[in-house]
């Protein structure tokens, strides 16, 4: 049974290149969320895909933020004109809900982003 | 108003005593769930414990078990016989289900714990 897996796990970049991100959920996880954490701080919602449909975006995702879930399997996070404020780790966790109602998030090991 | 408070910054315990972890809650919901992460310095969210709000008995899971209060909004951690690789940050997370179709967490600022000898 393998985990959530995020690509890649560090990114080093220049203020205004774009970025990608790729998450692989829980294969049979049919729910995928991304969120953002900066130092000292929890993690913050940024945006959630049931199966492709993506169906919540947080006020934190600009426009310079996209996010895909073609297939309903894998999900990339594309950051466009990065900026320094940008830098942050960014997780992404999948789920699916049980008839009890009951959903617990997993959680992948996050890519890490540092914007010069 | 934050939903999640968590008000220790930094706990220090000592290897097989017990610690507690403190948590509270802001939600007007009347079904919601409570969670507990660890995160290692590598940064993976790892799960620890769930608390759904309709749950009457404490959840238990190996050394960890959650002290759910519900009239005091309170959740919190406790971590029994400590172990040197419990050293990490620990985030308590609330999941509101009455706020349409996502159930994104919201998470407090965390709880750096140091297990010493």
């Known amino acids: 049974d393998t985990g959530v897996s995020q690509n890649p796990r560090h990114k080093i970049t220049k203020r205004g290149q774009n970025v990608t991100f790729r998450c692989d959920p829980i294969?049979?996880?049919?729910?995928l969320y991304w969120y953002r954490q900066t130092l000292g701080q929890g993690p913050e919602f940024l945006t959630y895909?049931?199966?492709?449909?993506?169906?919540?975006k947080s006020r934190l995702l600009s426009d310079r933020f996209s996010a895909e879930r073609p297939k309903g399997s894998f999900s990339t996070l594309e950051i466009q004109r990065t900026e320094q404020g940008d830098s942050a780790m960014y997780l992404c966790?999948?789920?699916?809900?049980?008839?009890?109602?009951?959903?617990?998030?997993?959680f992948g090991p996050g890519t890490r982003l540092l914007v010069l | 108003a934050q939903k999640i408070t968590q008000t220790q910054p930094g706990m220090f315990v000592q290897e097989k005593e017990a610690v507690t972890l403190d948590c509270t809650y802001d939600?007007?919901?009347?079904?919601?769930?409570l969670f507990w992460y660890k995160q290692p310095s590598s940064g993976e969210m790892i799960f620890l414990i769930y608390q759904g709000s309709y749950d009457e008995q404490n959840a238990t899971e190996g050394r960890y078990s959650l002290n759910f209060q519900k009239a005091r909004k309170s959740a919190n951690l406790v971590i029994s016989a400590s172990q040197l690789g419990d050293s990490a940050m620990y985030f308590c997370?609330?999941?509101?289900?009455?706020?349409?179709?996502?159930?994104?967490?919201?998470f407090g600022t965390g709880t750096r714990l140091q297990v010493t000898l």
């Open positions: 294969s049979e996880h049919n729910r």
């Open positions: 939600t007007s919901d009347q079904s919601y769930g």
């Open positions: 895909f049931q199966n492709e449909a993506q169906l919540e």
């Open positions: 966790a999948s789920s699916s809900r049980r008839t009890s109602g009951e959903e617990t998030q997993y």
């Open positions: 997370a609330m999941r509101e289900d009455g706020t349409g179709t996502a159930s994104k967490l919201t």
